[in-house]
Each structure stands twice: as structure tokens, then as C-alpha cells.
């Protein structure tokens, strides 16, 4: 009897399923950060998910026996994460972001932005004039931060800009599942190339930022995310350069640029001294969120 038929006889319920796939996870070194950031939520979101049962109902339930299909698709689950070190929502097909579910793949870097904070507070006190009529989500990916827009802001136009056709798929998709279609379109764009004579309130943005020196110590879990979609440069600021330089034209006046670039922040203000950056700062976490208006753009357009 091999090794794995015999875990299948030995393990019986979904407490046992998660304490050996914590004791996995744990032993093979996986790397958290991809909606949980321990070995017990991520065992147990995976076996949740094979299952098709709720959080809510773990109290109820987790000393229930699985029957043998559905504890060989359990342990098929959990071998995959630790063996092959693929992250979980790549796994499940979904990550929430913002309160909100949506789906992934490995066509689309996995939701995990702070800018999901300032969309649930409605952009305030940024916004606190109104809420925007038209937003830009720049490098939109699974289209999570611009369809989050569209759902927690009132009557908003929201246009999801990505230079992949893979992520496009993938957020036009979420669109639907969202029902978002009367406010929410997908356009396949390098930056603002097409996007010549729009002009938005908003633009948000969460494009590629990893430095060199950061991507050659990312962790497994994060090679298997659309390299595009991470890698930026020597010092990752490749594309926020162009944006820096490119979005005066596609704000209105009174418009905002927020822009996410991780740890790429020091190499920016080093970049650019006099731009008068505003760093936002996060309840739940999380650095590297820059805010600037169109006025300051413009006034330090000699910069760029």
C-alpha cells in the first residue's frame, strides 16, 4: 500500500485534513501573503473550498468524515500547494478583495492591494467633494480595483486599461460576474496609447513595481504570477515613470493620480525630490501608495 492510499484510509475528517495540511505546509516552508498569512487558514480555506462549504459553518462541521472522493480531492489540494508551491486563490480560482469575491488565474497577479482600504472608505477624505464621475483603473489585471469602484461609488463610469489580453479575459469576466456592464468597460491599452482624449476624476493604479533585487528574491508562490505583471526595471519604476509624465493629460482638473509602488517608494523619491508626494497610510496594513492631484503634475511638470 502506497504512501498516499494510505493517508486517505488513515484521515477521516476535515480536522485531520487540516492539521496534516498545516504539518505540510509548515515542514515544506510555504510562503503565505496570498489572502492568509498562516499554515491553519490556509489548510483550511483550501479544504473548505473542496468541499464547497463556508467559514461560517467550520464550527458545525469540522469533525464531519469526508467520503473517499472527497478526501483523495482534499489531499490532491493540499499536495498541489505545498508540493508545487502554488498559491492558494490560483488554486480555489478566486480572491477577495475589498469585501468582494473574484476570480483568478494565473493569466492575472493575485489581489492583495491596501488600495481595497481607500475604496471601501469611498476614497475619503480625498473625495470628500463627491464621488468621481469617471474612474481609471491602469493596469486593471482581474479588474478588481476598478469594479470595487464601480460598486462602492455612486454612479460612476469605470474604464479597466490593461496592455495584456490574457488579464482582459480574466476581468471581463469579473465584470459579468459582477453584473457591472452599464458602467464598467475593458480596454486593451499600453498605459494611456488608447486612451487618447478620456479624461477621468481618478485614476488608480497598481502596475508593475518589483525591482531587480526584489525579483530575484521573490518567493516560488510568487513565480507563478504573470512576471509582467510584477517586474519593473532596475529600480521599478519603469511604467510609474511614463504615468508620472503621461497623466496630466488624461485627468480633469481637479483629478487625482493614486499609484501603488511597494517598495519601489524610496527609489521614487529619489527620482523625483520635488514632487510632493502624499503617502497614504493603512488600518489593516501596507505601505508604498502614492497620491498626487493634477495640479501638482502640472506644477512640477519640469520633472518629468
Known amino acids: 500500500m502506497d504512501t498516499r492510499t494510505q493517508l486517505v484510509e488513515q484521515l477521516h475528517t476535515i480536522r485531520d485534513y487540516v492539521r496534516w495540511g498545516m504539518s505540510q505546509f509548515e515542514r515544506a516552508g510555504v510562503f503565505y501573503g496570498h489572502g492568509t498569512d498562516n499554515a491553519f487558514d490556509e489548510a483550511l480555506a483550501l479544504v473548505l473550498h473542496c468541499l464547497h462549504l463556508q467559514h461560517d459553518s467550520v ?33 480555489t480560482g478566486e480572491a477577495n478583495f475589498a469585501g468582494l469575491p473574484f476570480y483568478v488565474d494565473k493569466r492575472v497577479l493575485i ?22 464621475r469617471r474612474v481609471l483603473d491602469l493596469c ?30 480574466v476581468a471581463e469576466r469579473n465584470i459579468e460576474r459582477h453584473g457591472v456592464e ?31 533585487h526584489d525579483m ?29 509624465c503621461e497623466a496630466v493629460d488624461h485627468l480633469e482638473p481637479e483629478g487625482l493620480l493614486i499609484v501603488e509602488v511597494g517598495n519601489s517608494w524610496t527609489a521614487l523619491e529619489q527620482a523625483y525630490p520635488q514632487l ?17 492631484t493634477r495640479e501638482q503634475l502640472v506644477e512640477h511638470a519640469i520633472a518629468f
Not at 491596501?114 to 464621488?131: D, K, Q, R, T
Request: proline content about 7%; overall charge negative.
Open 276 to 292: 510632493p508626494f502624499t503617502w497614504l497610510e493603512f488600518e489593516r496594513g501596507g505601505h508604498g501608495i502614492f497620491l498626487l
Open 59 to 91: 464550527a458545525l462541521v469540522l469533525d464531519a468524515r469526508l467520503v473517499q472522493t472527497e478526501r483523495e480531492q482534499v489531499l490532491s489540494a493540499l499536495e498541489t500547494r505545498f508540493q508545487k508551491r502554488l498559491p492558494l486563490p490560483y488554486i
Open 216 to 244: 530575484s528574491e521573490l518567493p516560488a508562490e510568487y513565480r507563478h504570477e504573470p512576471r509582467m505583471a510584477l517586474a519593473a526595471g532596475e529600480d521599478g519604476l519603469d511604467l510609474v515613470r511614463l504615468m508620472l
Open 140 to 169: 486593471t489585471g482581474s479588474g478588481c480595483i476598478g469594479i470595487a469602484c464601480a460598486l462602492y461609488l455612486d454612479e460612476v463610469e469605470v474604464v479597466l486599461s490593461d496592455i495584456s489580453e490574457e488579464a482582459l479575459t
Open 182 to 212: 452599464k458602467c464598467v468597460r475593458a480596454v486593451q491599452s499600453d498605459l494611456f496609447a488608447a486612451l487618447q482624449g478620456e479624461r477621468f476624476d481618478l485614476i488608480v493604479s497598481n502596475p508593475p513595481y518589483v525591482d531587480a
Open 111 to 132: 489581489p492583495r492591494s491596501p488600495i481595497a482600504e481607500l475604496i471601501e472608505a469611498e476614497f475619503e477624505p480625498w473625495l470628500a467633494g463627491g464621488s468621481p
